[in-house]
């Protein structure tokens, strides 16, 4: 099959939740179908010649598209617009010219993260996928409720929510299938883009790359590690969060223990804590996290705002890491709490579970053993893509089914 992927930014390197799908699928893609990635970048800073060349060698085709510049006539259009803001990067007729293009021989194509749902207009003469992933309204409800957010995020939250909304309700329902990564998410689709085709497929985990060496490696003092990209709201929230109310609960009775926090571009906020705390380390940005997985005698995710299955989750998982999370950090996972993970929500329940873990550590290497063979088991790459390639079959036929009518 000639397929058209077009997406919001370039997957090599996999580093967050937007490359890390596509990096998985097209690899998996390109022995069995002609691939075409259309991706974007920003404007003067496209992705390196190597990066690009990983994607070629497999045998994919490469066109890179610039973002937009949104300065600030381009700013005051998208704020009185209807449509979310997030949009507008990408809004470019250079984008629409060249997407209409490609799609012309293409047998099917497909549209991945939210902003890219926008160009089903572009590619309506042949079958479509779209995969925002996550509820993105639902993602907003969520921060409009966090604590402590200000009164300008307030305001562009409660602008962008009823945009939103309304792109989901108008623009889901044209394409032929919907793809989310969560019942939970597709749920809540469903109350306002109702008539829309919704598919479920859960991300996935590369586990034999995360797969944990025996012996397992330890430190002299145990470590409490959480991983993501650290620039996110979210992941900001979750990491001052637990060393704010969380770690002064588990330091009163392990003093020792150490909080890890490794991921890329940390903000401020989360630089701020080792300065405050020697027994606090953030890594930033570093070019291989499994060290960090491997040696942890505790995982936590501690979300308070998400939606969509967390992939760092599931790579603590194929890693074989006992796991503390609350409810919101494996919503829509195949888990199970006391059999893969531990849940807790409040900072005491938080503090007893990780302090339980590391008190008990044949109950700690269980539990790390159980979430490796979940992970495995239910959240392979291969599975992952075997299970898009349905989607694409299915809509296809669909497609052709209705031409002959």
């Known amino acids: 099959m000639r397929l058209l992927i077009v997406t919001a930014t370039f997957p090599n390197p996999p580093t967050d939740g937007l490359r890390i799908p596509v990096y998985h699928l097209v690899r998996r893609l390109v022995p069995r179908h002609q691939v075409h990635l259309v991706a974007f970048h920003p404007p003067h800073s496209p992705p390196s010649a190597e990066d690009t060349a990983v994607v070629e060698g497999w045998g994919a085709k490469v066109t890179l598209l610039p973002t937009r510049r949104l300065g600030l006539w381009a700013q005051f259009v998208s704020n009185v617009s209807t449509l979310p803001h997030s949009l507008y990067l990408y809004r470019t007729p250079e984008a629409f010219a060249t997407l209409r293009r490609l799609a ?4 099917l194509v497909h549209a991945m993260s939210f902003s890219m749902g926008q160009f089903r207009e572009a ?23 966090q604590p402590g957010l200000g009164i300008t995020y307030q305001m562009y939250y409660r602008s962008q929510l009823p945009k939103v909304i309304d792109f989901e309700r108008e623009v ?30 859960p991300n996935g985990v590369d586990v034999d790359w995360y797969a944990p060496p ?15 990209a650290m620039f996110g709201p979210n992941n900001v929230d979750a990491a001052t969060f637990f060393h704010r109310e969380v770690l002064p609960l588990v330091r009163a009775k392990r003093p020792e223990v150490q909080f890890v926090v490794a991921g890329r571009d940390p903000a401020s906020a989360v630089q701020a804590l080792s300065r405050a705390d020697r027994n606090t380390t953030v890594t930033g940005t570093v070019p291989d ?57 409040s900072p005491e329940a938080i503090a007893s579970a990780v302090l339980r873990l590391l008190a008990d550590r044949q109950l700690a290497r269980r539990l790390g053993d159980a979430a490796r063979e979940r992970a495995v088991a239910r ?10 390639e349905a989607l694409y079959t299915e809509a296809t036929e669909r497609w052709a089914n209705r031409a002959r009518v």
Not at 126 to 145: E, N
Not at 173 to 190: L, M, Y
């Open 123 to 145: 590619c309506a003469g042949k079958p479509g996928i779209f995969s925002p992933y996550d509820a993105v309204s639902q993602l907003i409800r969520q921060q409009i409720r």
């Open 172 to 201: 889901m329902p044209r394409w032929d299938a919907v793809h989310f990564v969560t019942k939970v998410d597709a749920e809540a689709i469903r109350t306002h883009a109702a008539t829309a085709r919704i598919e479920v497929v």
């Open 289 to 345: 996290l499994r060290g960090y997985l491997w040696r942890a005698a505790v995982y936590v995710c501690p979300l308070r705002i998400g939606v969509g299955i967390k992939n760092r989750l599931l790579e603590a998982m194929a890693a074989g890491c006992p796991i503390v999370s609350t409810s919101i950090g494996v919503e829509g996972m195949d888990v199970d709490d006391g059999e893969h993970v531990l849940l807790a929500d």
């Open 104 to 107: 012309g021989e293409a047998d």
């Open 214 to 228: 025996e012996p397992r490696p330890t430190t002299v003092e145990p470590e409490v590690v959480f991983t993501g």
């Open 379 to 388: 959240y392979s790459w291969e599975t992952m893509a075997s299970r898009m």
